[in-house]
């Protein structure tokens, strides 16, 4: 089945400490995406990638990296530098063709400090 | 970048009522969509509609570019209707752009 599979569901940070999150499509989507969403709120764009090896900040950026390596993958690393990770954090994907560009999310990770 | 505001913020219905979801947007958009984020957190899409009108099932959306707004209509609302609604607006290769959401409570 094609999809986006985020792993792991549930993760725990300690303090200090760098965290990856993974996002995997196999939808051959161009595009993706991370975002983040706090209880309550809407979904605020933290990295956003459009081909291999290249992706741009988004609104939220600080605290977090990125890498795009392979066209399937899209991990996002919550830093230490990130002081306030606990969050939903979603990741997504798309394939701009012919005008059209229909965004598909993953499950989702939730994160927690410990 | 594009302004996108949603309305109402909340929404209370009791089962087999009809409703109305609105998403503004401040900019010209070539791509609009709306999804519904059940209460695992799953964000389903429901519509493509940059502009024009569809429909699906007991859902419908019209996207009016225009004049900068779109509607979701849910008529006869059951309870697994519930959850948050999100609409996301986006012109050529930028980023999409997401409102906070119509969060819908349906009543048994």
């Known amino acids: 089945d094609g999809g986006i599979t985020q792993s792991p569901k549930y993760l725990f940070r300690k303090e200090g400490q760098n965290v990856t999150l993974s996002c995997e499509q196999n939808?051959?989507?161009?595009?993706m995406y991370w975002y983040r969403q706090d209880p309550g709120q809407g979904l605020r764009l933290i990295y956003y990638?459009?081909?291999?090896?290249?992706?741009q900040k988004g609104d939220i950026a600080e605290g977090y990296s990125v890498s795009r390596e392979k066209k399937e993958s899209f991990p996002l690393t919550v830093t230490s530098a990130q002081k306030n990770p606990t969050a939903f954090y979603l990741c997504?994907?798309?394939?701009?063709?012919?005008?059209?560009?229909?965004?598909?999310f993953g499950a989702g990770t939730r994160l927690s400090v410990l | 970048g594009i302004q996108v505001e949603q309305s109402p913020p909340d929404l209370i219905l009791q089962e087999g009522a009809n409703s109305t979801l609105r998403c503004n947007f401040s900019?010209?958009?070539?791509?609009l969509q709306w999804f519904h984020q059940n209460p695992w957190g799953q964000l389903i899409n429901l519509f493509y509609?940059?502009?024009g009108t569809k429909q699906n099932g007991r859902l419908s959306a019209t996207t009016v570019a225009t004049e900068r707004y779109s509607l979701l209509y849910i008529s006869s609302s059951q309870t697994t209707d519930s959850g948050v609604y999100f609409c996301?607006?986006?012109?050529?290769?930028?980023?999409?752009?997401f409102g906070s959401g119509t969060k819908l409570n349906v009543k048994p």
């Open positions: 996301a607006a986006k012109y050529n290769f930028n980023k999409f752009y």
């Open positions: 939808l051959n989507h161009d595009a």
């Open positions: 509609i940059p502009s």
């Open positions: 997504a994907s798309s394939r701009p063709t012919g005008g059209i560009d229909i965004q598909y």
């Open positions: 900019d010209s958009v070539n791509n």
């Open positions: 990638s459009q081909i291999v090896n290249d992706f």
